[in-house]
C-alpha cells in the first residue's frame, strides 16, 4: 500500500488525527507499538495564518515517528491554501484535509463535517490545496450530512479528480456524531469502485487489530484508522500480549513524558484523558474513589503514589482471584 511515495506494508494501521489526545507524546508511543502512521492534532487554517503560538506548536514533529501526517481544517478557500502552505514548511510527510469532525465548534461553522452541505466548496479547497503544495494531500471525511445524504460514494469519486491521493472514511454521518454503529459496508462500496484508484483508508468501531483484521478482509480497504479506541491504550498497535504492570508502566511514561514537554499542571492534564479511558482498571474491585482521586490529583508525585497503589491494589485482586481458581 502506497500514498504518493510513501510505502506501507500490507493492511497498516494509522492512529488517527485527534484534537487534544494526539500530541508529539502519545505519537510516539503510539508509533513505538505499530502505528504505521501517525497524524498530528487537527490545526485551524486561521489560527495558522494568524501565527497563534499554540497552534503553530502542534505543527512540532519529530523524525522519529514518521511518516506523520499533519491536519488542517477551515472553512475558507484562501486561509486553507495559505495554512497547507505553512503546513509544508514543517516538513510532514502528507497534508490531511479534516473534511469530517463533527462537533458543533467546527461543523456549525461550516469546517470539518460542515464541509458535506456545502460539496463545491469541498471540491475547490482540495483541488487548490493540491495544486498549491508538493506534498502528498489527501482527505478525512464521512458517509454524508445525515442518512438522507450518503453521498460519500459520488464524492470519493470527486475528490479523487482532485488529485487526492488517498481517502479516509469514518463510517458515520455527521449528525450521528459518534453515536450508533459505523456502517462499514459503503466504506466497502467505495473501495470495490473500478473508478477508485487511490487507497481508502476505513474508520469507525475498530477497537483491536482483530477487528481490524476482519474488516480488511471483509471490505477490502488499503489501511486502517484508529481513533478513541486508542484513547489511554498506546498498546493497542502490537499483537504482543502486556501484563497490567507493562500497561501502567507505559501510562506512567506518557505522564512523565507529558510533564516534561510542557509543564506539570497541563502535562497532568493531557494525561487525565488518558487515565480516564484506558480499559486497564475495568474489573478492578471498589475502583471509583481510586478513580475520583486519580482524576484529581494536581501533582505529578501525588498522581504516580496512586498509580502505584494501583498497582499493588490490581495485584492482591489478582493474587485473590487466583486463590478461588
Known amino acids: 500500500m502506497k500514498i504518493g511515495n510513501i510505502e506501507f506494508g500490507p493492511q497498516p494501521v494509522f492512529l488517527a488525527p485527534m484534537e487534544d489526545v494526539t500530541d508529539i507524546g502519545f505519537r510516539l508511543l503510539c508509533k ?29 514533529i519529530s523524525d522519529t515517528e514518521r511518516p506523520v501526517g499533519i491536519q488542517i481544517y477551515g472553512r475558507d478557500v484562501e486561509a486553507m491554501v495559505e495554512a497547507a502552505k505553512i503546513v509544508e514548511q514543517a516538513g510532514p510527510d502528507l497534508i490531511d484535509l479534516n473534511f469530517g469532525c463533527p462537533v458543533k465548534k467546527v461543523a456549525g461553522k461550516g469546517a470539518g463535517a460542515g464541509m458535506l ?44 479528480d482532485c488529485g487526492i491521493q488517498a481517502l479516509t472514511i469514518h463510517g458515520r454521518t455527521r449528525s450521528q456524531m459518534y453515536t450508533g454503529s459505523a456502517d462499514w459496508s459503503l466504506i466497502g462500496e467505495v473501495k470495490r469502485n473500478p473508478r477508485i484508484h487511490i487507497p481508502i483508508i476505513g474508520n469507525g468501531d475498530i477497537h483491536s487489530l482483530e477487528e481490524a483484521d476482519k474488516a480488511f478482509e471483509t471490505y477490502g480497504v488499503d489501511a486502517i484508522m484508529i481513533g478513541r479506541a486508542t484513547f489511554g491504550c498506546p498498546w493497542i498497535f502490537s499483537r504482543e500480549t502486556l501484563t497490567f504492570d507493562e500497561k501502567l508502566d507505559i501510562l506512567e511514561e506518557l505522564l512523565h513524558i507529558n510533564v516534561e514537554r510542557i509543564d506539570e499542571k497541563r502535562g497532568i492534564l493531557h494525561t487525565r484523558r488518558h487515565l480516564a479511558a484506558t480499559p486497564i482498571f475495568k474489573g478492578i474491585p471498589n475502583f471509583r474513589q481510586t478513580r475520583i482521586a486519580m482524576l484529581r490529583a494536581e501533582t505529578m508525585n501525588d498522581l504516580l503514589g496512586i498509580l502505584e497503589d494501583v498497582r499493588k491494589q490490581f495485584s492482591s485482586s489478582s493474587s485473590a482471584d487466583e486463590g478461588k481458581a
Not at 138 to 148: A, C, D, Q, S
Open 117 to 160: 452541505q456545502n460539496i463545491p466548496k469541498m471540491l475547490e479547497i482540495t483541488q487548490k490545496v493540491v495544486d498549491a503544495v508538493q506534498l502528498p494531500v489527501t482527505v478525512k471525511t464521512r458517509l454524508g450530512w445525515n442518512h438522507e445524504q450518503l453521498i460519500i460514494t459520488s464524492l470519493a469519486e470527486q475528490l479523487q
Open 32 to 60: 513505538r507499538f505499530g502505528a504505521a502512521m501517525v497524524y498530528t492534532e487537527f490545526v485551524s487554517a486561521e489560527a495558522l495564518i494568524r501565527d497563534v503560538k499554540s497552534t503553530i506548536s502542534k505543527l512540532t
